[in-house]
């Protein structure tokens, strides 16, 4: 009898969506899939071993799902579909593939497969080759040719039926490890291991006793393929080796691209080259290139990241120093909702590709917990989406002429482009108002360790391609850098930072001096003599809807201590006014668009720790109360070091300060006069006067 299973409690935000899903059952086997997009060619990612379900294709889907058709399932043993007892033969997988085929009405696939889905990939097209139009084979395990010395490696006792049935996940994180040898890959171990969790040992010993496709068999299925074939395979697979890649080419007459230094997961830990491969293999034409205009100016595409407002409006400010050093600059914007409002408020072009962007905003929002977001973790859970996004750039880059890229806090612009150098085909300028990931201690000695890996594999990075940023510059000064060190045996932070980046100052988006005196700008935005303003805010990312309640609730008795205060609550662009119930006398709006200047001219003001908010307020010297998100490593520490340089704000912790805590606070804040450093006026046309010379 199958064992039948329902879906993971919480799942990770995905890049996309499917556009549909279903079951299908085979002889009593329920059989779960799903389908993305439209178009030809239907490409088929086939399941592999039960020790993981389809996510494993997560870096996969999304690019291609913008091109043509694509399925996935649940091979029988994990995921949605069912865990029989038995029936793991390589057959049985193969009649299990055509009947999510028929139920999908795929008549034809181009076929891709991992590992041992190798082995159903050869029957489906050697035995149905009317259904299979080309065939892709990543790190093959087909039971032919030379096979990695197991012996050498202790570790490999644990391949044993025994062993997994008592230690299951001792197993899992031994044979994850060994299929990503390549350093820095510990996302991708955690992502397997919590897979292989879906499943239970049982499941694996039954798919081992039933695998039964003899080296004979294989090698006569080979002889049978018509159809086109890739074989692409890592130099370093520990698991498969890459000598059956190689063999499997040979055996078939097809292309093997050989992949250095790659181990047995090259579809995850080296997913730009993969796709691209498999993209011209699978004859996937991109979009027809433009014409370059012959009298046209110079063309720079700006990416903006969408976490928070504060990159838009400083990027706003720099393209517009830009564009006054050269007039002739055509800047086009790859950017996110709420990135683009901002940018369109201001006339700026937004390219049409940012449509197809995944929402890094929505994944953000998805991570909260009250006043809580584990901003490290929440962008590690965001590796898909940020390969997706790479995938859009690389599509706009690949058919548009650009003399200039920009890319503020844009991580997957940066990361992939590290790992893949060649695709650089312009001058860059990178821009961030914080280096080095920063362990926070609800993390333990693993978060520490993990913080540090990536701090280390960044580091690496530079120092590997030390020319691929043309411009690093950082928004600040070196005082505002922490004084901690990368992690254990790496660099001091600032040390190296101003080893390898110029400073432009930070970058407002406005100089408060050109808003004109204070009392002007109070009367033109309506606020009266005899009022004390209080404005609320928690940015654009759609995180701190808890906070602004409990600063409503503590209206009444701050009230009391103030008097004539007005309460301005500002939802931001991802709360609903209408959820935060607030009381009358608590004035409540949506997104504000130019929000520094009420900012610049209220008494007082109670935000989260953002960096940009913040820093606005320093620059308008305006009292503000700021409240840090618990675990959000650069709130907690790169912002809350800045801020205590500049002498700016009032620090409140959310966990503790209570409504009546809240309101002491205001009143006191309100009163007190500020003694904040100065910040600077010009760094916006620091920062595009260091960007220019590029062009």
Known sequence: MAVHVTAPAREQTRARDPDGTGEVVRDGVRLHYEVYGSGEPTVF???????????????????????????????????????????????????????????????????????????????????????????????????????????????????????????YRDFLEFFFGQMFSEPHSTKFIEDCVGWGLETTAETLVA?????????????????????????????????????????????????????????????????????????????????????????????????????????????????????????????????????????????????????????????????????????????????????ANFMVFQDVVAQEDYDLWIGDEAWELDYYLHENPGLKRAPYAWLTDFVGWLPMPAGGDREALVTADYNAQMIEHIAAHPALRDRAIFVGEPDDIVPDRFGPGLPLIRDWTEAHYSFSGYVCGFDPAAEGDRASLRRELGYGEDERVCVVSVGGSGVGADLLRRVIAAQPEARECVEGLRMIVVAGPRIDPDSLDAPPGVEVLAYVDGLYRHLAACDLAVVQGGLTTCMELAAARTPFLYFPLKNHFEQQRHVDHRLRRYRAGRRMEYETATVADIASAMAEAIQRPVDYLPVTRDGATRAARMIAELL
Request: aromatic letters at 6%; hydrophobic letters at 40%.
């Open 45 to 167: 990612l086939l399941p592999t071993w039960s020790i993981v379900h389809s996510r494993h294709w997560k870096m996969q889907i999304a690019y291609f799902a913008r091109h043509c058709r694509v399925i996935t399932f649940d091979g029988r043993g994990n995921g949605r579909s069912d865990r029989p007892p038995s029936g793991y033969d390589e057959r049985e997988l193969a009649a299990d593939a055509l009947a999510v085929m028929d139920a999908t009405g795929t008549e034809r696939a181009a076929l891709v497969s991992l590992s041992r889905g190798a082995r159903v990939a050869l029957l489906l097209a050697a035995e149905h080759a009317d259904r299979v139009e080309r065939a892709a084979f990543i790190a093959p395990s087909v039971p032919f040719g030379e096979a990695p010395d197991y012996d050498a490696e202790p570790g490999w006792a644990k391949y044993d039926h025994a062993y997994w049935l008592r230690g």
């Open 207 to 387: 798919t081992e006793a039933d695998a039964r496709m003899s080296e004979q068999t294989a090698l006569d299925l080979c002889r049978l393929l018509r159809c086109p074939v890739l074989v692409i395979q890592g130099s370093r697979d520990a698991l498969a080796g890459p000598g059956r890649g190689v063999a499997l080419a040979e055996a078939t007459g097809g292309e093997l691209v050989m992949l250095e230094a790659s181990g047995h997961g090259p579809h995850a830990r080296d997913p730009v080259t993969v796709n691209l491969r498999l993209r011209d293999f699978l004859g996937i034409e991109p979009p027809a290139r433009p014409q370059r205009r012959s009298s046209r100016g110079r063309r720079a595409l700006y990416v903006s990241s969408p976490i928070g407002l504060g990159h838009a409006r400083r990027d706003a400010a720099i393209a517009g120093e830009l564009r006054a050093l050269h007039p002739d600059l055509e800047i086009d914007w790859l950017a996110q909702h709420p990135v683009t409002a901002v940018l369109e408020a201001r006339g700026e072009r937004v390219h049409p590709a940012s449509a197809q962007l995944a929402s890094e905003s929505r994944h953000v929002a998805s991570e909260a917990d009250g006043h809580e977001l584990h901003c490290f973790q929440a962008i590690r859970r965001m590796d898909e989406i940020l390969l």
